[in-house]
């Protein structure tokens, strides 16, 4: 079945271009289209899309409002991917902040935001890792929270996942079993309280457990 996608922009000709991107794939569809987050919760609940692109910056109510509304209110809602022209821009990491899964830049080329989508929807890996520890960095702790309640192999992967490598890619880091890995990302992931993998990495570098420049 096709990944159903719903764009949210409130500029038509960027609507336009990312709906001829994603009908272009054979496992993506676009559902619906949106001007503004206020339609957001009425389409979703109507057209239950897998994925959500979610422009940041909009007149009434923009991507972050939108987003803590959605996945606050919605039984298993989609993913969001935030869509933004500037990647260090502090909208956009409040937006990861409130559970979007990641991000895009309007001016990525066509097959990196069919990746992202594919990325997101996967949830084993992080979409643009860099950009984020960069994010964060500006908004790091002064102290560092051990987070003492997740065991050491789980303060393992979870640096690890901060560092943006996949499940694979932390099974040959450690030298386990990628499904003892899908284990323990699990588990982290319901420690911390955390939606996702892009969730529970925020929240690592907001305790200071895990330094961006370091």
Known sequence: ?????L?????????VGLRAIVDSEPDLTVVGEASDGAEVPGLVGQLRPDVVLMDV???????????????STVEDPPKV??????????????ALLAGASGFLLKRARPEEIVAGIRTVLAGDSLLFPAAIRGMAARRAPGAAAPLDFLTERERDVLRLMAAGLSNGEIAA???????????????????????DRTQAVIRAYESGFVRPTG
């Open 173 to 195: 880091e450690l030298y386990l079993g990628l499904q003892t890995v899908k284990t323990h990302v699990g588990n982290v992931l319901s420690k911390l309280g955390a939606r």
């Open 57 to 71: 910056r909009m007149p009434a109510v923009d991507g972050i409002r939108a987003t803590e509304h959605l996945l």
């Open 1 to 5: 079945m096709s990944v159903r996608v």
């Open 81 to 94: 991917i935030v869509v933004t022209t500037f990647e260090n821009d502090d909208y956009v990491y409040d």
């Open 7 to 15: 764009l949210v922009d409130d500029e038509r000709l960027i609507r």
